[in-house]
T-cell receptor
């Protein structure tokens, strides 16, 4: 089945630093999504990407849909303490019985030191 | 609050008991999804509904699991004869017609089987 490799597994950074994390897959996805999850809560959608090469921003967050459709990255600029959480990439592959099913990475745990 | 809601937020049960969880999606969303998340992992797809029709079920959904969405609005997920391996966070998500691959998650139900 489809698998997503997300890296790094965890990051410890100082407030104000920029952060970059990425996701790679062995198969093609039609949509890439990035979520943030805080302890005891469900994932919150941050950014959705629909086309290969697409670059989308949401405030201090920027994400790109890789040209090969097998990867995506998320950047966070000028991190603040409330950025702490687990960031998940998720991909959706239409067709072949995989419609609407999201495949998630294992997450990147971000810790920001004030 | 017009987001996805789930009830209960926490459930502790003894092995062998049956449990039922409820999900209320965002009101105009016609698709509803169930995922399971264990510690250190991303959510894993279980099943999804389009209106009242259950269109896909994961192999993770053993015959002890059943999900319904009788009127195309709220959904229930029942686990019969619970096992310790069923302990996990059960997440519900919904999506609408216009952006049907943007799935919005509820806060989850944390199940602990003793």
């Amino acid at each position: 089945g489809q698998q997503l490799n997300q890296s790094p597994q965890s990051m410890f950074i100082q407030e104000g630093e920029d952060v970059s994390m990425n996701c790679t897959s062995s198969s093609i996805f039609n949509t890439w999504l990035w979520y943030k999850q805080e302890p005891g809560e469900g994932p919150v959608l941050l950014i959705a990407l629909y086309k290969a090469g697409e670059l989308t921003s949401n405030g201090r967050l920027t994400a790109q849909f890789g040209i090969t459709r097998k990867d995506s990255f998320l950047n966070i600029s000028a991190s603040i303490p409330s950025d702490v959480g687990i960031y998940f990439c998720a991909g959706e592959a239409r067709g072949g019985g995989s419609n609407y099913k999201l495949t998630f990475g294992k997450g990147t745990l971000l810790t920001v030191n004030p | 609050d017009t987001g996805v809601s789930q009830d209960p937020r926490h459930k502790i049960t003894k092995r062998g008991q049956n449990v039922t969880f409820r999900c209320d999606p965002i009101s105009e969303h016609n698709r509803l999804y169930w995922y399971r998340q264990t510690l250190g992992q991303g959510p894993e797809f279980l099943t999804y509904f389009q209106n009242e029709a259950q269109l896909e079920k994961s192999r993770l959904l053993s015959d002890r699991f059943s999900a319904e969405r009788p009127k195309g609005s709220f959904s229930t997920l029942e686990i019969q004869r619970t096992e310790q391996g069923d302990s996990a966070m059960y997440l519900c998500a919904s999506s609408g017609e216009l952006a049907d691959n943007e799935q919005f998650f509820g806060p989850g139900t944390r199940l602990t089987v003793l």
